[in-house]
């Protein structure tokens, strides 16, 4: 068992070091998309990371911007886009509406007071009312806490809005507008430049003609919209054997809240993607407009089985998530769903949860505008100095040690030894926490390290002591047990992490191992 004890501190000390140490050797270069105002970017989007421009390599949003004040207008700029071919077309002199921030560091993660942060001033296209600015900041808010971001605020100042957070990769999300759009794609066949859409039982005759629909008179170009028994209809593109349209069945207004704990994210090998599901409830009139047009929708066999000759899309500010087009059972045909299923596919497990986030923030709230970013600043820790608490607590139950242990060097050694190695695992295990989440290292966090350290350093010197103080011991981990745990459901969670993360370290590893030592 002590063998085994053994090789078990050595695999955790290699990764502990590894997760904590390696950010710092493999630096990631490159910036984070934010924010893309028009289309001059193609397929750029929020999240993205741009490595180069130009020809030219950044590391940093600075780097970027300084660029960026020199280009010109109408100008085509290449970039390494997520390690491929990309780029942009300046909008003006000095501007290719892209906004960008640094890339968040993989490795230890503090809060805003400790580490430093980022401020982002962004401003709406339009003059939004008193009531509208108040319930932009709550959305933004309940956004930021959506995404874990504990420390970050929101002010509202001369109708611009200030967002000061901790570093996170997901902050252009904080401003999209969040509309989103549940449309069924439909494709129409053309005959002699006539066709038509059928809407439950009734019939609607469409006229096809140098790439312009005709619907109850009106001509429609590619783009344009079209209205039939209160459904709206988009003409998507057309040739002379087929029309497409686009049918909105829902939106945010049609959506009456999503269905808790049945959203999922999956890998799905038919395609070779991931795929992100979110379940809504929809009014009852969307339920309707889906029954109609449903029930006017022919067949169409896609390998064995038989589906609807349409497809669900869904967009998120115009943007289409899914890739992919959603077969529609023959079962469904007229049936008025009360249940819409929002899919999203992506390349990685990062792009795909990105837009499971984007439908989360849009289903919780539409912003009224849509905001463009002004300025992305890092800021400096306010309090930095409290980073040297954790070394500071070493020091000090050190030189504790060393006068306890009076002449028995080798165990005031051990006792510095076992300290130093728990700093090392509890960090180790903090980065391993903070690589699969958003969660963040505060003040609180720091001071139940502190703790833990000087409860094990007690229990190391009780051991030392032929266990003169065992019950005291004993009384003290429970009472610290305790004490973490109900901070876990207060705004000191963070204190109770550590101190409970502490105290197994020290049952499962330091106090057997220091006992097999002083055995020895």
Do not use: H
């Not at 750029?44 to 010109?72: H, M, P, R, W, Y």
């Not at 054997?241 to 799905?268: H, M, R």
């Amino acid at each position: 068992m002590k063998g085994l004890r053994f090789y078990f501190i050595l695999i955790l000390l290699a990764v502990s070091i590894f997760f904590v140490l390696s950010p710092l050797a493999f630096r990631k270069s490159g910036v984070v998309v934010t924010s893309v105002r028009n289309d001059g970017c193609g397929d750029l989007s929020e999240g993205d990371v741009i490595t180069q421009i130009g020809g030219k390599v950044v590391k940093s949003a600075e780097e970027f911007n300084n660029f960026v004040s020199g280009v010109e207008r109408d100008r085509y700029y290449p970039m390494v886009v997520n390690n491929g071919p990309g780029g942009c077309t300046a909008l003006s002199d000095g501007d290719i509406v892209v906004g960008v921030t640094d890339m968040v560091s993989s490795g230890l993660r503090f809060e805003r007071s400790i580490g430093g942060g980022v401020e982002m001033t962004v401003v709406p296209d339009t003059m939004l009312s008193e009531s509208e600015l108040q319930e932009t900041k709550e959305i933004i808010q309940s956004r930021m806490a959506a995404l874990g971001i504990i420390d970050g605020t929101v002010e509202v100042e001369n109708e611009k809005f200030i967002i000061s957070s901790s570093p996170n990769k997901n902050l252009g999300l904080l401003i999209k507008k969040g509309r989103i759009e549940g449309v069924i794609r439909q494709t129409l066949e053309v005959r002699n430049g006539n066709s038509e859409v059928k809407i439950g039982s009734s019939r609607y005759s469409i006229g096809f003609l140098n790439g312009i629909i005709i619907v109850n008179g009106s001509e429609i170009e590619v783009g344009g919209e079209f209205y039939l028994e209160n459904v709206k209809f988009v003409f998507v593109n057309g040739t002379n054997t087929s029309l497409v349209l686009n049918s909105l069945i829902f939106d945010n207004d049609n959506i009456i809240g999503e269905i808790e704990g049945a959203d999922s994210v999956s890998f799905e090998p038919s395609v070779n993607l991931y795929r992100s599901t979110s379940p809504v409830e929809i009014d009852r009139e969307s339920g309707e407009k889906f029954g109609k047009i449903s029930n006017g929708l022919s067949t169409v066999l896609l390998g064995p089985q038989t589906f609807l000759n349409g497809v669900w899309e869904y967009y998120v500010d115009g943007k289409k998530i899914n890739g992919i087009g959603i077969p529609i059972l023959v079962e469904q045909a007229g049936q008025n769903i009360s249940t819409a299923f929002i899919v999203g596919f992506g390349n990685s497990m990062n792009d795909v949860v990105t837009k499971k986030t984007s439908v989360g923030f849009a289903i919780a709230g539409e912003l009224p505008s849509k905001f463009e970013i002004e300025t992305t600043v890092r800021t400096q820790p306010t309090n930095w100095w409290l980073i040297w608490m954790v070394p500071f607590a070493v020091a000090f139950l050190s030189l504790t040690a060393i006068l306890v242990s009076r002449k028995k060097v080798k165990v005031s050694v051990v006792m510095i030894v076992m300290t130093i190695l728990e700093v090392v695992y509890v960090f180790g295990i903090f980065a391993i926490i903070q690589n699969f989440t958003s969660w963040i290292i505060d003040t609180y966090v720091l001071i139940g390290v502190c703790m833990f350290l000087a409860i094990d350093m007690f229990d190391m010197i009780t051991l030392s002591k032929s266990g003169r103080k065992g019950k005291t011991m004993k009384k003290l981990i429970i009472v610290a047990s305790v004490v973490g745990f109900i901070t876990l459901f207060t705004p000191l969670r963070g204190l109770g992490i550590a101190l409970i993360l502490g105290i197994i370290l020290n049952r499962i590893l330091t106090n057997p191992f220091y006992k097999s030592l002083r055995m020895d």
